[in-house]
C-alpha cells in the first residue's frame, strides 16, 4: 500500500497527474466476504453462537467503516482535494472485537459471552484512522450499531429468507 502511494506522489510531481490517495480503514458491508471479522463475528451470533469465539485476545481494535460512508467520502471529497493529498477514511473510534461481539449481541436483543482463541491470529493489535483531515470535508453517518443491524438483517434473510431473524425462533 504505501507502496502505491509513493508512486501515485512520484506521478503527480513527476507527470502533474490528478491523483487522490485515500487510505480505508477496516471497510464493512451486507455482502462481506466471511474472511473478515466484521461479518464473521456477527454471522456467529445471528447463527446462535454462543460463547462467541474471536481470534487472539480479541483486544485488537479496528476502526469499521461501512462500505456506503466509503463510497460517500471519496464522491464528497474527490472534487476538494488538491492532487497527491492523503485521506483516512474511517470513523476514528477504536472497536476490539470482544466489543464488536458484544455491542452485535446488544443490537440483535442476545445474551452471549465473548471468548478468546489465543492459538489463532491476532494481526496488528491496533489499527483506527486519525479522521481530522477527514472531517474538514464530511463525516460518517452509519454508526457502528446500525452497520451491526443492516449486516445481520442481510445474513438472516440469506438465512432465514424474507422472514429474516423473525423466523429464527429466540431472535428479535
Not at 473478515?36 to 481470534?55: C, H, M
Not at 460512508?69 to 464522491?75: G, R, T
Not at 470482544?98 to 492459538?119: E, F
Request: with cysteine; hydrophobic share 40%.
Amino acid at each position: 500500500k504505501l507502496t502505491g502511494e509513493y508512486l501515485a506522489k512520484f506521478a503527480v510531481e513527476r507527470y502533474g497527474l490528478d491523483c487522490k490517495i485515500y487510505r480505508p480503514f477496516g471497510g464493512y458491508g451486507e455482502d462481506q466476504s466471511f474472511d473478515y471479522p466484521f461479518p464473521s463475528i456477527i454471522k456467529r451470533i445471528v447463527n446462535g453462537e454462543n460463547p462467541v469465539t474471536v481470534w487472539g485476545s480479541g483486544d485488537q481494535e479496528r476502526d469499521f467503516i461501512h462500505i456506503d460512508d466509503i463510497v460517500s467520502a471519496v464522491l464528497t471529497t474527490i472534487p476538494l482535494m488538491k492532487s497527491g493529498d492523503v485521506l483516512n477514511l474511517g470513523t476514528g473510534r477504536a472497536l476490539s472485537f470482544r466489543q464488536l461481539a458484544l455491542i452485535a449481541a446488544d443490537q440483535l436483543g442476545i445474551k452471549i459471552k465473548v471468548v478468546n482463541d489465543s492459538s489463532k491470529p491476532e494481526g496488528v493489535f491496533s489499527r483506527v484512522a486519525g479522521i481530522q483531515k477527514l472531517l474538514q470535508y464530511w463525516q460518517p453517518t452509519i454508526s457502528v450499531e446500525e452497520g451491526i443491524r443492516r449486516v445481520a438483517k442481510a445474513l438472516a434473510v440469506q438465512s432465514f429468507g424474507s422472514a429474516g431473524l423473525d423466523g429464527r425462533k429466540g431472535l428479535p
